[in-house]
């Protein structure tokens, strides 16, 4: 699954990071009570150092318009080091230079939308935070009577990026419409989620398709006037990548996690990206 294309990263373009490959930037935002970790389970002591990409896209991590590294795996990155009493700092990278970054100890856990597979499970250890899926988004005005990526899709004209899961997925659907005799879904690709999406809000198109993260970017964060039509799906776990056998900072982070489950954080922050629909909790 491709990670979301969105216009508005386009201001990272002029940020530039330099330090043997990565940069890192210090945190403002004050600890509370004494650290629940130390070296050599981080690298710095009262420092959580966190792996996030430079290259990141909304609404998990990426830069805004005054350069400043913002999103939903942002706030929990400082939310959980607060958890812990550290100070966050967060070290940023290339997405592909995420692992390799980790293992060559400058950074302590990585939270860049990292998918959890069984390849990734070999070499770093994982606390889920958050899934990642496909959606259906379609206009608040005019839904165009459509329920989800099931038949409801059939001869309808659904907007797509070209290459993504959701290309895939409407072909399929397409078939499926095909072959119950029902007409064939009308699929067109626009690289370009926010024209897109203005196109569904103009009736042009009946439904545009991408993660579930994009889509709930632009309906809390541009006020695009369109909605999810059913689940998100074909999900995956994101998760806290930490170094193999770093037990002590895995189920500190776990801890963190788990009191900012209870004490209604996480539910919050997930509320302000629009992606409460891709919570653990389900």
Not at 107 to 135: N, W
Request: charged share 15%; hydrophobic share 40%; net charge negative.
């Amino acid at each position: 699954m491709r990670k979301a294309l969105v216009s508005a990263t386009s201001a990272a373009a002029s940020i530039a990071f330099v330090l043997s490959g990565c940069s890192s930037s210090p945190e403002s935002e004050p600890t509370s009570g004494p650290a629940k970790v130390a070296p050599p389970a981080i690298i710095q002591a009262d420092t959580l150092k966190v792996c996030a990409p430079n290259d990141g896209t909304p609404p998990s991590v990426y830069h805004d318009a005054t350069g400043t590294l913002v999103g939903s795996e942002v706030d929990l990155a400082n939310a959980l080091a607060e958890k812990l009493g550290l100070q966050p700092q967060m070290v940023q990278s290339g997405f592909a230079a995420m692992i390799p970054t980790l293992q060559a100890r400058q950074c302590d856990v990585i939270m860049a939308t990292l998918y959890i597979k069984p390849e990734r499970e070999q070499v770093v250890d994982f606390v889920p935070y958050l899934y990642s899926g496909t959606a259906v988004s379609v206009s608040k005005e005019h839904p165009a009577a459509i329920t989800g990526m099931d038949d409801s899709l059939c001869g309808k004209r659904v907007m797509v990026a070209i290459g993504t899961t959701a290309e895939a997925l409407s072909q399929e659907q397409s078939e499926k419409c095909t072959a119950a005799g029902k007409q064939p879904v009308d699929i067109n690709r626009n690289n370009q989620a926010a024209v897109s999406i203005q196109q569904v809000q103009n009736g042009q198109m009946d439904a545009y398709l991408d993660t579930a993260e994009t889509i709930g970017y632009y309906i809390t964060k541009t006020g695009a006037q369109i909605q999810f039509a059913g689940e998100p799906f074909g999900t995956i776990k994101v998760g806290a990548a930490t170094l193999k056998g770093n037990t002590e900072l895995h189920n500190a982070i776990q801890q963190g996690l788990d009191e900012l489950i209870s004490d209604g954080t996480y539910a919050e922050i997930l509320g302000q990206w629009g992606q409460t629909d891709l919570s653990i909790q389900k």
